[in-house]
């Protein structure tokens, strides 16, 4: 069988998504053609492949390329400043409402060009990209007007043609309020939903729609009029839910069948029954927690218990989670919300493709996706977890094409 490309000699992880465990092959095979993978599985079981470039893994294990399905990357300017203030006292909340927060990274945001804010992003995009990721989740929401909230998209959208990486984009403009809006958040959130995301959907700049559900974001109805805007649009939803705070957003995104409810220290076992028949993902973002000090764990023995996946992200943001390491959001998922080391490694392939609404071409070693592979100098999976500060990763294969390698 012609093909482009062979690894041979390999151990492999992460073969079927509906399978629990990784799916472990320790004498593996894994061909290419055109951008595809043509066949994983254990060399016993392979055809003779007549292959451009026969690649010898020497016992190297190779999983998906990792998914990151939660960041903020498009941003001008830091909150280095915020962070002091944090670390003297100053609540989330607190610098919120007096004007820090997602509304000081707007000023910086709309004062900062297209080019500018992609320049910006680059090197925190080349950090998830030496870890080998493959696929980036991008959202808009500190432009905050209809001008500044398309140029992030669209910055957004640049990244993926300056790198060999998949970006995935959301619209977030229900992120803040705006302080040209004052207190008329339903005012803004009529721009939102009547300007900014058809014009969004009409440049087809969005792969979805997002909103902040929160006590200092947008109230359970406001958040239900973008999902509604989203949905005339065909647009699909996900939602920043229950973070600080339990206004039942996960049980309202579930309603509207959407791809993930994100952060979720406060969800109940309400939510957790309607995303789990709704089929929503669980995006956990141990970073965050971290970063903010957070002590109210996520729900994990109950989210496990009913079944919902659960999909691991950086949040890579200024002001909560400066972090760019999905190796490390693995340690911390597994060190503070005790995820398993499976469970993890899932949690940024598997299940951060399924976040994403592309478990149908990404996220496991499958006959028809993409070949996006990450393969890495470890001797068993779990150092991936286990380890801080470390990066194994030997090379980094995109559409089946060698674009790192040590």
């Known amino acids: 069988m012609r093909c482009e490309r062979v690894w041979r000699h390999a151990r492999l992880a992460l073969r079927d998504p509906a399978r629990a465990g990784l799916g472990e092959v320790s004498d593996g095979v894994l061909a290419c053609d055109d951008g595809r993978i043509l066949f994983a599985g254990s060399a016993a079981d392979a055809p003779n492949f007549d292959a451009t470039e026969t690649i010898d893994c020497d016992g190297r294990w190779i999983t998906p390329g990792l998914i990151d399905p939660h960041t903020h990357l498009i941003y001008g300017g830091d909150r280095a400043r915020e962070f002091e203030l944090r670390l003297a006292g100053a609540s989330y909340e607190e610098i919120a409402r007096a004007g820090g927060g997602i509304v000081s990274t707007m000023v910086a945001t709309r004062a900062a060009s297209q080019d500018e804010l992609v320049a910006q992003a680059l090197p925190r995009l080349d950090a998830l990209i030496a870890e080998g990721v493959t696929t980036v989740e991008v959202k808009s929401g500190y432009g905050l007007s209809l001008e500044h909230e398309l140029k992030s998209l669209r910055a957004a959208r640049k990244l993926g043609d300056v790198r060999p990486v998949r970006i995935v984009t959301t619209f977030l403009g229900a992120h803040a309020l705006p302080p ?32 902040f559900c929160e006590g200092i974001g947008f109230t359970p109805a406001q958040t239900r009029r973008v999902f509604e805007a989203a949905r005339a649009h065909g647009l699909p939803v996900k939602l920043h839910a229950e973070q600080l705070s339990n206004l039942n957003g996960a049980a309202l ?27 929503t993902v669980a995006t956990l973002l141990p970073g965050a927690y971290y970063f ?18 659960m999909a691991l ?13 999905q190796l490390l959001t693995m340690n911390m998922a597994a060190t503070l919300f005790r995820l398993t080391v499976d469970e993890c490694l899932a949690g940024v392939t598997r299940e951060a493709s399924r976040a994403l609404g592309r478990l149908d071409h990404l996220g496991s070693l499958e006959v028809g996706k993409a070949c996006d592979l990450a393969i890495w100098d470890v001797e ?12 194994p990763l030997h090379s980094r294969v995109f559409g089946g094409q060698t674009t790192w390698t040590r």
């Open 253 to 279: 995104a579930a309603e509207f069948g959407a791809l993930s409810a994100d952060h979720l220290e406060h969800l109940d076992d309400a939510g957790i029954a309607a995303m789990a028949a709704a089929g």
């Open 180 to 211: 040209e809006f004052g207190d008329d958040a339903d005012g803004y959130i009529d721009l939102v939903c009547r300007e900014m995301i058809p014009a969004a959907a009409a440049e087809g700049l969005a792969d979805a729609v997002d909103a």
């Open 313 to 325: 992200a950086t949040d890579c943001n200024p002001g909560t989670s400066p972090m760019t390491s």
């Open 292 to 309: 903010v000090r957070e002590t109210k764990l996520p729900p994990i023995e109950a989210l496990r218990a009913a079944g919902v996946p």
């Open 380 to 391: 068993r999976p779990a150092e991936l977890v286990y380890r801080v500060g470390f990066n």
